[in-house]
């Protein structure tokens, strides 16, 4: 059974940082790519950063500049390195796996066949 298990939120200040864990098991993941998504209370789950098979990147608008995706296969493991947080940040953080191999991080959570549970980022002003 594939699991998807987040790791690293809390509570931080302005300007903070956070580094969120992804741990896979059930499966290998290292030909697949991966995501982290984001969902604030009363609206939807919005992409933030994806990571595919060669670590290849991209990022949504907001998380450029801020934000680093990164994966370690050896541990079937993906990070997001959150620094300069901001208090808009605050979100549920959910990882994400492509089921099939050798596809793009894509931006659309339609795309994503393995979610995790979540994970709590609170960011005060």
């Known amino acids: 059974q594939v699991q998807l298990v987040e790791s690293g939120g809390g509570s931080v200040q302005a300007g903070g940082s956070l580094r969120l864990s992804c741990a896979a098991s059930?499966?290998?993941?290292?030909?697949?790519?991966m995501g982290w998504f984001r969902q604030a209370p009363g609206r939807e789950r919005a992409f933030v950063a994806g990571?595919?098979?060669?670590?290849?990147?991209r990022y949504a608008d907001s998380a450029k500049g801020r934000f680093t995706i990164s994966r370690d296969n050896a541990k079937n493991t993906v990070y997001l390195q959150m620094n300069s947080l901001k208090p808009e940040d605050t979100a549920l953080y959910y990882c994400?796996?492509?089921?099939?191999?050798?596809?793009?991080?894509?931006?659309?959570?339609?795309?994503?066949?393995?979610w995790g549970q979540g994970t709590q980022v609170t960011v005060s002003s």
């Open positions: 994400a796996a492509v089921g099939a191999a050798f596809r793009l991080a894509s931006p659309s959570y339609s795309d994503y066949d393995h």
């Open positions: 059930g499966r290998t993941f290292n030909w697949n790519s």
């Open positions: 990571i595919d098979w060669r670590a290849n990147t």
